[in-house]
């Protein structure tokens, strides 16, 4: 009777089109740190970002890469990241509460290439840098 319900080892669910295209029409995304990149190779956590960032996370290591997006926003680059809205976390008391805005998502998202609905909600997480 412990088993874990909606466990998922799949880690690079795609973003809704929809979803993207709204927010990359508000900000004219230039880079996604969660592409593999030939020029820096895979790992977009060791890297600096360029800006404006759009960034859905593998889930798996999701403290890294707030905490690695919020590091860019002090340095004044404008990330914004679609995640899980998981207010209990450490992670996000000490970074996504930081942020210039947060925007919940109404309902559950169906990821790209998923069957159902994600069992979880999720939020926009909006750091703006300077001049943006």
């Excluded at 089109?17 to 029409?25: G, I, K, P, Q, R």
């Excluded at 002090?74 to 992670?91: A, E, Q």
Aim: net charge positive; glycine share 6%; with cysteine.
């Amino acid at each position: 009777m412990n088993r874990v319900l909606f466990k998922s080892a799949k880690q690079d669910w795609t973003t809704p089109d929809d979803v993207y295209a709204v927010l990359d029409a508000e900000f004219h995304f230039k880079y996604d740190p969660c592409i593999p990149n030939p020029q820096f190779g895979q790992d977009g956590l060791k890297i600096f970002w360029d800006s404006p960032a759009f960034v859905n996370p593998p889930y798996k290591e999701i403290a890294l890469w707030v905490r690695h997006a919020y590091n860019e926003w002090k340095l004044g680059k404008t990330v914004v990241m679609l995640i899980p809205s998981r207010t209990d976390t450490r992670w996000w008391h000490d970074y996504v509460m930081e942020a210039t805005e947060i925007r919940f998502i109404k309902g559950r998202l169906k990821f790209g290439g998923a069957v159902n609905s994600a069992p979880f909600p999720s939020a926009v997480v909006v750091f703006r840098g300077v001049g943006a």
